[in-house]
């Protein structure tokens, strides 16, 4: 049986982000700014990444040829 693995969540933090090349000297608030646009970031490349996804799988249940997608067809050539 394989138990599903909760992924914890948390926040990356001034100093990891400062462990980074480039990072080094900024400030606190700089860190605290950049840490809050990269969250922005990942968020938003995940909502793309999903949206692709679902999108593909809807391609191939359109192109598989299961219920769904004959009923898009028959919808289509009726057209």
Do not use: C, P, V, W
Not at 18 to 47: H, N, P, V, W
């Amino acid at each position: 049986m394989s138990e599903k693995k909760e992924k914890i969540l948390r926040r990356m933090t001034i100093a990891e982000l400062r462990s980074y090349k480039g990072f080094e000297k900024y400030t606190d608030e700089e860190a605290q700014a950049t840490i809050k646009s990269l969250e922005k970031l990942s968020m938003l490349f995940y909502e793309l990444y999903m949206k692709q996804k679902h999108s593909q799988s809807k391609i191939k249940q359109l192109k598989g040829g299961n219920n769904e997608g004959e009923e898009f067809s028959e919808q289509r050539d009726a057209a």
